[in-house]
Structures are given as structure tokens and as C-alpha cells.
């Protein structure tokens, strides 16, 4: 699996084909304060209470509170800002999942609480990791509903302010996320 | 797959999916027929679908907190490092852990610190890698070095350096009890490591103690060059709950990075400061102790740091001068805005090499920097110089970078102006060892006209020979040296216009300069002329918020106030108040123009407004510069004057006092400003009948002012007014006589045998004496003269006008022409009584004079206007 670095290959494209290297660059920016800024939250939550369940649609909301005084993100729209923050988030979990899984190989750090490698079900890490690659896979079939896919699951964003990014109606993103969903989790049978 | 199928994929579960599940299987066999494979995708789909809902439904929470669940550093301790092997722990600190290593292959010790917490996304792992191989360019005695950097595998950071035996640098001076020579010869080695890094194009960033080991053979190492770089976190600049990423305590943090701006070669000059104030005085300038963050952080912004000296406490073995000069070099080190810093490290080195050498500074303090040509202005109308204290040399580099860090031209071209005078100045200055001139004024001079000399080499640059011509005239000027003054800032003025224009915002600035030499020279046609188009210019040029719009109508108060125009001048002044009276902290600009609007409303015989203003310019000053600064002198000293004028003598004397305490101190006993405050002390004096300590202090002034401005000018004139007063109250008539004669004969002289108020005040002055003489006749004529001027210059409802009128009066009265004194009374009294406090000796004599004149005039019931009120109030001062 190639390393998906900074998402300025192109990944961004969706309805804007390219960009100026200039607004490629500011997107790979803001893309790393948020991914920062997410990470940091997330360890601050954790930190806190190790029981409560990571809320992502909170910590997205939270970091954009954050980030929303900061003079770079002046001309993101809240929803824009989820739209990245959904990419940080998918980004910062599957290099947690890499992690976790060259850790399980014994390349280096060794985490604590390993997961029982024998175990029938598949890891957390596996699944998130098929994921991503099944993700992959979809953008090149329709780059909408990947991405619809990584701003409802990774970003938390809810139906209307995924079909607003979209800029589709509720219905027609209804039915693709149907189609999306089924076609996952074939996917994702065959990858584990 | 091809996206084509994909679509058709959709349509066809879509469509399946709304037949009832019994019948899809044929539906799609229909369909599909050709296609086996199309037929088995969708039917998978279709299986998919119907299994319900899946994880993706439920958001990534759950995997999310699976998969960060981890803790952010191993807690396993790590074997290996890249290529190095651990050995042990050195140290944990704020930012990371510090591991003993060494590489297998080489056999050699290195230190290699580990930051975690440090989130570095991939586009900035990127930049990380580019940056280690800079770093690892430093090579430096004085400097840890870098061999090696990377990251783990999570991302975490890295960094492989030489493993330095030694103490941190306060440790190590606390144990070896080392004095202040030692430490700064510390001190500067430091500052020599971080002179080359900047050479190479690296900025600390990080500079504290703690960063900072001394070998046990005393040689100083740097640690963690533009490491803090790469934690920067870059986008919040509000937020105080920063952690990690964020330096943990910003004791030792500029202003600037606590705003989160850009760091630069400044703000590791401030870095520098901020640990000399420590080796200096044992502790940080800001103490964190009891402070939240926020406060600290908001401490560093705003507020000034205790000078070293005034911080150390403990006996140290320095002169006080000596002290002076530290903290001169510290505190310009750790100014709040980094271009009114040291430029370089270089420049804060080599000022402390003349530390050590025992010469002067190039940096000066505060004042300077601020004031440039509108100094401290006296409250009355003489212009006093800030001239070279005893034993130092006046401005320099930091006076130039100031003036030109004036927002003029672009930025490029000012950068590079600044540079050439910068090195100018250094070159001049530089030279200036083999002087051995005898007075420091002369040596000054002596300096400066070399430096006339040089500018004028400068042909080819006529935008920075201008800059130079007018800050070398501003210093003449106020060195008292008119001439010279007057041919350089010309000089300026004609360059600016050859380089923008006659119309230009330099040339309406220059402009602003020569009228207010004009003023000093007491040209004050040519003063008003030259600042109101000055003025006119800079509001079309500049917005109307712009610091030049309130410093040219500040200008413009001054002249007229030297003029005599008070009203008019108070209603400039005004103007300015309100522009620079933005929200923020207060400027020193606008203490300067309360101050003149004080000064302005004090002459029109507005005591009150004018004794609050003073206070506001006080408090202000105290705030910007502490108690010990000579601007709070200057206030303390005008509003001693008030007390005065409102009959609080002991509170004028005791406010005097203090601020002769304070010029003294900081100026040395032969300085206009002690001249200054020598004045108000013996004006003070006097008042309170302690006339021989009143005149001792007043011929102090006297002497000084002669010295530096020559026999004839209105500083001298105004002190011997003084004196001339003194030596009337105590019947000395005929010393009185002499002195106004000499003081009206300054005055003509100054203005030129035009009227000015001034003369008036002689002029009655000395009419006085002759009424003493009973002299009737000749005291009459004068207080005609007098009289007259005062009408032309201040205006008929003047409270001086309504004085004379009262004096000719009682002169009048004095020869039994009653009806022409009852009539110039009535008009004194009818001023006064709508300004003064009614209980005011003037309205008393008035009123005493008015019933003699209605007893004699046998009109009773007129003269029982006039009785005294019955009420007196216990303030009333005693025996005017």
C-alpha cells in the first residue's frame, strides 16, 4: 500500500480539477493544522477520560473552534473545514492503524496493548486499513461518494451538510450512500 | 472497474432493489444476460444491503478510540534509535526525553532527544527533512552538533547530538559562585554561537538557560538550534491552552512568539537579554511564580521589565554608571518591538565589548529612542536640550534604526537605507577612539561634524543623505547649535524634495522639522509657516489616523504656543489628543501632547485643565518608564508649577524637589535639565520666603543655561526674570530693576524688536519696581507698554491683560487719577473675576484699589461692591 502522503496529488480534485499549485499548497496547510490539531485534541480527550468513546463530529467541531480564529482559515466556510477535517481524520487513523499493524510485525515501538493477533475477528487496524484501501478503489469509480463516504464517517458530518458539500439533494444522496455502503462492505469482505 | 460500470452497477441495484426480493433475481437476469459478472456484482450488493446496517453507519468513533487508545510516547523503553543504540536516560524534559546513544559503527557517544507530543503531520515530516541537513551544518566550538535526525515510525521526532558533559548555565554559575565578569565573559561566547548560527541562516528560537551547558573547563554549549522550529505549531496564535507543541513555559519567550508572528534574528536577541537578565539578577524578567499562562504571556507583552540594577538587590560590586550601562544593554535587548532591538547579535556584541572595555554604549535608552526632536519640552517656552549626559556619547545605530523604522518608503529600500546609515554611524563612531576631546559636549560636536562631512560624500544616495542631514540637524539643534542645525536641516529638506518632489511626505516631514528649529530660533513666522504646510501636506498624503498627522499638529501646538497663541493651540492639541488617544496601551507620543496641551492651557490661566492634563501626562510616564525617568521629572516639575499658581507652595516645592532628584540623577549636576528643575525648585522656594535657598538654586540654573545657550535666549531671560522677581519681593529694588532690564533686553533681542508677551511681562515687571519707587509717572509708561502688548499678543480678556489693567490702575491711584484708574481697574477686576479663584491676591489688591478709588470718587455705595467677601476660605494663600 503506498503511503498516502499530503493530499495534494490530486485527491482534492473533486470538482475542482487541479487548483493553482498556490490554493494546492494553502489546502495542504490548512490540512496540517487540522490533522495537528485533531491529533492533539484526540490526545487531550483521551488523556481525560479514557472510558469516553471518541465523539469525531465533537472533536471536529471543537478543533474548528479552534481553528477558526486562526488567520489562515478566515476564508473556510465551517462546512469546507469539515471537509478537511474528515480527510485529517481518515489520515491520523490509518497511520494509527499502520502503526499498530508494524508493531505487530515488531518494526520498533512496541504499544501496549496489543492486540490478540490469533483472534478470529479482524483488528480494528485491519479494518480501518481495508477501509481506506476500499476508499481508494471507490474515489476512482465515482469521487463523490468517496468522499461522501469520508465526510459522513471520518468527519461526522451528518445528511444535509454532506449533501450540501456535495451539492446534491438528500435523495440522490441517499441512494449513493446506499450503493457506496453495499459496495463497501463487499469490498471490505474480500480485502480481510 | 470502469466508473461506466459502476454507474450501471447503481442503476441496476437501485432498480432491483425496489422489487419486491422474490422477484429480483429474475429481474436481473433479464437484464443482465450478457454479463454474468455485472449480474453476480449486483446480486452481492444486493446481499450487502440487506444484511442491515453496517459499521459505517455508526461513525468512526468506536475505531477511532481503538486505535488512539494508545499512549502518545512508548512506555517500553526503546532499544534502538536509527543506526544508535541506547544506552541510558540522560534527562526528560518539558518537550521530550533525552537518551544517552551510541552508534555501534562508530563507537561514539551521542546524546538523542525524542520529542513526543511533537504531532508532526506528513507534509511537515517533509520540511523536517530538508531542515536536518542545515542543521547539521553547524559546526561551531560553541555549538552542540547535530550529527543525525529522522523520526520513528509513529512520526516522532528525533534528534542525534554530540553528548555535552556540563551544567546548565545557571547551575553552573550558582555553584561556582562566579561574578559578573565571569559571567558575562559567558555571556558573550553565547552570544558569539548564536552571531553564527544567525550567519547561517539559523534562528534558535528556544534560547534559555536551560539550553545552555558550561563544561567543567568553563567553554560554553548551545543545544537544540531550530529544534523549536520544527515544533512550531503554526496556526493558532490566541490560544493559550497550547500544550506540547507549544513551549511550556514563555517565561524566556518573545513578545513576538507569543503572538505567534514569524520569529526572526530578533527575537533571538531577545532571548540573549532575557538570560543576561538572569545572570545579572538571579532571575527571569517575568516570573512565572503565582502567574497563570495568560497572565504571564500578557506580562511580556505589556508590561516592562524591573531594570537589572533596580532587580539585583544584593550587593553587586559595579558603579552605579557601570550599572546603568547593563541595564541600557539588556533592556535594549528585550524591547517589545524587535526592530527597536539590538539589529544583530553582532550589534548587541559589540556593545559589550565597549561594556568591557569600559567605553560608552551605542545604545541608549528609552528616551531618546522616542523623542527624538520633540524632547522633553519644558513648561514653559524655552526648548531644553537632550543633550550628552557627562560622560556619553549621544545616539547612534539605535537612534537611527528608529527614526527610519518610521514606515516611509518600501520596505526593501528602507531595509537597505537602514543598513547604510547603520554602517555610517558604526564607522563613525567607530572612529571616533582616537578623539580625545575634553568636554563631551565638543567631543559631540567634534563627531558630528565629521559626520557632516561624511554625509555630504553621500551625493549618490539623496534619500539617505537626507535621513542623515536631518537627524545630524536635529541633534545640533539640540545641542543648541542653531547655525548648523539650520544649513543641515535644509539640506534634508531640499534632498527630499530632489528625490520626491516638492509635494512629498518626506519633504512635508522635513518640512515639520525646520519650522520647529524655526521655533527654537525664534523665528516664529517662518516656524508657523513651514509646519502649517507641513502639516497640510502630511493630512492630504497620509490617513488622517497616521502618527505623522498627530506629530505635525503637535508641532504646530508647540509654535503656537511659543507664539503665544494659546487658544488656538489648544484646539490643535486637542485634535491630536484624539487621534492618538486610540485603545491600547498610551504612546509617549501622547504624553507629549498632553503635556503641550497642558502647557498651552496653563499659559491661557487655565489651572485646573491644566494641572489634570499633567497628571494624565504623569501617570502616563509613569507607566511607559517608571519613577526614576526624567519625562516624569518633567511633568512633576509643570505641575509644580500649578500648585503654585493655585497656592500650594509646599506641594510645589516638595513635587520639585523630586524632580530635581530625578534629573540629577540621571543627567548629572551640570545638565539643562537639572537647570530646569533647579528653576521650578527656586521658583518653589521663594514662594515659600525661603528666598536665599530659592536664589542659590536659581543662579545654579542661571549658570548652567549661560553655559549652553549663551547670554541671550529666552531660558536665560526666564530665570533671570526669576530672579528679578526674588530680589523685588525682598525690596532689593535696584538688583530687581537690573535684572528685568537685562530679561526685557533678551527678549527684544530674541524676537527681533517685535512684540511678544514676553516683553509685556518685563515690561511690567519692571514697571512694578518703579511703583515701589513710587516712581509714579515711569511706572505708568511702562505699564501702558505693557499693557499695550499684552493686548496684542494674548488678547484683551487675557488674565496677564487683566493684571496690567489692575497695575496701571493702582498706579493711576497712586497719582489721584481716579476716574482713568476706576475705569482700568473695573476692566482688570471684570477679566480676573471670570478666571481666577476670587480669592486671589490680584482681585483682593483690585478690590482694595477699587473702594480707595470710590472713597475718593465719594461714591459709597460703589465701594460696597467692592468689600471683601466674608467668606474666606482657610486655603487661601498667604502673602503673594
Not at chain 1, 497511520?95 to 515488531?106: C, I, Y
Not at chain 1, 496493548?113 to 478503489?137: F, H, I, N, Q
Not at chain 2, 521650578?680 to 535657598?693: H, I, N
Not at chain 2, 526666564?718 to 525690596?731: Q, T
Request: charged content about 25%.
Amino acid at each position: 500500500m503506498p503511503h498516502q502522503g499530503s493530499p495534494s496529488s490530486g485527491e482534492w480534485a473533486f470538482g475542482q480539477p487541479g487548483g493553482t499549485p498556490e490554493e494546492r499548497r494553502e489546502l495542504d496547510y490548512l490540512f496540517s493544522l487540522t490533522y495537528e490539531e485533531l491529533r492533539r485534541l484526540a490526545a487531550t480527550v483521551r488523556r481525560g477520560d479514557p472510558s469516553v468513546t471518541l465523539n469525531t463530529t465533537a472533536l471536529v467541531n471543537e478543533a474548528w473552534l479552534k481553528l477558526a480564529h486562526s488567520p489562515r482559515f478566515t476564508s473556510t466556510s465551517p462546512l469546507h473545514f469539515k471537509r478537511i477535517a474528515a480527510r485529517a481524520m481518515r489520515q491520523l487513523l490509518v497511520e494509527a492503524a499502520r502503526r499498530r499493524n508494524a508493531g505487530k510485525r515488531g518494526d520498533g515501538i512496541v504499544p501496549i496493548g496489543l492486540a490478540d493477533a490469533a483472534g478470529v475477528a479482524a483488528s480494528t487496524e485491519e479494518k480501518l486499513l481495508a477501509l481506506d484501501a476500499a476508499l481508494v478503489e471507490l474515489a476512482q469509480l465515482s469521487p463523490r461518494q468517496a468522499m461522501m463516504v469520508e465526510a459522513r464517517f471520518f468527519g461526522g458530518l451528518d445528511m444535509a451538510e454532506t449533501a450540501s458539500l456535495l451539492n446534491v439533494s438528500e435523495a440522490t444522496m441517499l441512494r449513493d450512500w446506499r450503493a457506496a455502503k453495499a459496495w463497501l462492505a463487499h469490498r471490505l469482505r474480500e480485502l480481510q | 472497474m470502469e466508473s461506466e460500470r459502476w454507474e450501471r452497477m447503481q442503476a441496476l441495484f437501485h432498480e432491483a432493489a425496489e422489487q419486491p426480493a422474490t422477484g429480483r433475481r429474475a429481474f436481473l437476469e433479464s437484464v443482465c444476460g450478457d454479463d454474468p459478472s455485472l449480474l453476480k456484482d449486483v446480486l452481492s450488493l444486493l446481499e450487502e444491503d440487506a444484511a442491515g446496517a453496517s459499521f459505517l453507519d455508526s461513525g468512526v468513533g468506536e475505531m477511532a478510540q481503538d486505535l488512539l487508545a494508545e499512549p502518545s510516547a512508548p512506555l517500553l523503553p526503546l532499544k534502538e534509535i536509527g543506526p544508535y543504540r541506547i544506552q541510558g536516560l540522560l534527562g526528560e524534559g518539558g518537550m521530550g526525553v533525552v537518551y544517552l546513544a551510541c552508534r555501534e559503527d562508530l563507537g561514539s557517544q551521542v546524546a538523542i532527544k525524542v520529542l513526543r507530543d511533537a504531532w508532526m503531520s506528513p507534509a511537515r515530516r517533509e520540511r523536517f527533512t530538508v531542515e536536518r541537513r542545515t542543521l547539521a551544518q553547524l559546526n561551531h566550538p560553541s555549538i552542540a552538533r547535530l550529527y543525525d535526525a529522522d523520526t520513528l515510525a509513529d512520526g516522532t521526532p528525533w534528534f542525534a547530538m554530540e553528548y555535552v558533559e556540563g551544567a546548565p548555565l545557571n547551575a553552573y554559575c550558582r555553584a561556582r559562585a562566579c561574578d559578573v565578569a565571569e559571567r558575562l565573559r559567558l555571556f558573550r561566547a553565547i552570544c558569539e554561537a548564536v552571531e553564527y548560527a544567525h550567519r547561517h541562516a539559523i534562528i534558535h528560537r528556544d534560547l534559555k538557560p536551560s539550553n545552555i551547558l558550561v563544561k567543567a573547563d568553563g567553554s560554553v554549549r548551545l543545544l537544540d538550534f531550530g529544534i523549536a522550529k520544527q515544533l512550531d505549531s503554526e496556526g493558532t496564535s490566541q490560544d493559550h491552552t497550547r500544550t506540547g507543541l507549544r513551549l511550556m513555559t514563555p517565561a524566556y519567550a518573545a513578545p513576538e512568539q507569543i503572538r505567534g508572528d514569524p520569529a526572526s534574528v530578533q527575537t533571538d536577541v531577545y532571548g540573549l537579554g532575557v538570560i543576561l537578565y538572569e545572570l545579572l539578577t538571579g532571575r527571569v524578567p517575568f516570573d512565572p511564580a503565582g502567574h497563570s499562562t495568560g497572565e504571564l504571556e500578557r506580562m511580556i507583552l505589556e508590561r516592562e521589565p524591573a531594570k537589572p540594577s533596580a532587580a539585583v538587590g544584593t550587593a553587586q560590586t559595579l558603579s552605579r554608571a557601570s550599572w546603568a550601562d547593563l541595564d541600557v544593554l539588556c533592556l535594549t535587548a528585550m524591547r517589545k518591538e524587535a526592530a527597536r532591538r539590538y539589529r544583530s547579535v553582532e550589534a548587541l556584541i559589540r556593545d559589550l565589548d565597549h561594556y568591557l572595555k569600559g567605553e560608552p554604549l551605542e545604545a541608549r535608552p528609552d528616551t531618546l529612542g522616542y523623542r527624538t526632536s520633540k524632547f522633553v519640552r519644558r513648561n514653559r517656552r524655552a526648548v531644553f536640550a537632550a543633550a550628552a549626559v557627562s560622560l556619553t556619547v549621544v545616539v547612534l545605530v539605535t537612534f537611527f534604526t528608529v527614526r527610519l523604522a518610521v514606515a516611509r518608503n518600501t520596505a526593501m529600500a528602507q531595509a537597505a537605507r537602514a543598513q547604510r546609515i547603520q554602517r555610517f554611524m558604526l564607522n563613525l563612531f567607530n572612529g571616533g577612539d582616537k578623539e580625545a576631546g575634553p568636554a563631551d559636549n565638543l567631543r559631540v560636536v567634534s563627531l558630528l561634524d565629521r559626520g557632516v562631512q561624511e554625509a555630504r560624500s553621500l551625493d549618490r544616495e539623496p534619500a539617505v543623505q537626507a535621513d542623515l542631514y536631518e537627524t545630524l540637524g536635529g541633534i545640533y539643534q539640540k545641542l543648541g547649535k542653531f547655525d548648523q542645525a539650520d544649513t543641515l536641516l535644509r539640506g534634508a529638506l531640499e534632498e527630499r524634495k530632489s528625490v520626491e518632489g516638492p509635494g512629498g511626505v518626506d519633504v512635508a516631514e522635513s518640512q515639520v522639522e525646520l519650522g520647529l528649529l524655526r521655533s527654537d530660533q525664534v523665528k516664529l513666522d517662518e516656524a508657523e509657516r513651514l509646519v502649517r504646510d507641513g502639516l497640510e501636506k502630511t493630512k492630504r498624503l497620509r490617513p488622517p489616523d497616521n502618527a505623522a498627522v498627530s506629530k505635525a499638529l503637535l508641532a504646530l501646538g508647540q509654535v503656537l504656543q511659543a507664539r503665544g497663541a494659546f487658544t488656538e493651540a489648544i484646539g490643535i492639541l486637542e485634535q491630536a489628543v484624539k487621534l492618538e488617544s486610540t485603545p491600547g496601551p498610551p504612546t509617549p507620543e501622547l504624553a507629549d501632547t498632553l503635556r503641550e496641551l497642558a502647557i498651552n492651557n496653563y499659559d491661557a490661566g487655565h489651572f485646573d485643565i491644566a494641572k489634570s492634563l499633567h497628571e494624565r501626562a504623569l501617570a502616563i510616564d509613569r507607566q511607559l518608564f517608571g519613577d526614576s525617568h526624567p519625562s516624569v521629572a518633567v511633568d512633576l516639575i509643570s505641575l509644580g508649577d500649578i500648585q503654585q499658581e493655585l497656592g500650594y507652595y509646599s506641594e510645589a516645592e516638595r513635587l520639585t524637589r523630586q524632580a530635581l532628584a530625578i534629573n540629577r540623577a540621571y543627567y548629572g549636576t551640570d545638565h539643562l535639565q537639572t537647570a530646569n528643575s533647579l528653576t521650578a525648585l527656586g521658583r518653589a522656594l521663594v514662594f515659600e520666603k525661603r528666598y536665599d535657598e530659592g536664589v542659590d538654586a536659581l543662579h545654579q540654573a542661571l549658570g548652567i543655561c549661560e553655559r549652553v545657550y549663551g547670554k541671550v535666549h529666552p531660558a536665560v531671560a526666564e530665570i533671570v526674570n526669576e530672579l528679578g522677581g526674588v530680589a523685588y519681593m525682598r525690596d532689593q529694588l535696584d538688583e530687581a530693576e537690573a535684572q528685568f532690564q537685562r530679561m526685557i533686553a533678551i527678549y527684544q533681542e530674541v524676537y527681533h524688536g517685535r512684540n511678544h508677551y514676553q516683553i509685556a511681562v518685563g515690561t511690567a515687571n519692571l514697571a512694578g519696581v518703579y511703583m515701589d519707587r513710587k516712581q509714579w509717572p515711569r511706572a505708568e509708561q511702562l505699564f501702558r507698554e505693557a499693557l499695550q502688548i499684552y493686548i496684542e499678543t494674548q488678547g484683551a480678556g487675557h488674565v496677564n491683560t487683566g493684571i496690567a489693567h489692575i497695575k496701571l490702575g493702582r498706579t493711576l491711584v497712586r497719582q489721584g487719577h481716579y476716574s482713568e484708574a476706576e475705569s482700568q481697574t473695573v476692566t482688570g477686576y471684570r477679566i480676573l473675576i471670570k478666571q481666577s479663584n476670587p480669592t486671589d491676591s490680584f482681585l483682593r489688591g483690585a478690590r482694595k484699589d477699587l473702594r480707595a478709588i470710590y472713597d475718593a470718587l465719594n461714591q459709597p455705595e460703589k465701594a460696597k461692591q467692592y468689600q471683601e467677601p466674608v467668606t474666606v476660605t482657610a486655603a487661601a494663600p498667604v502673602g503673594r
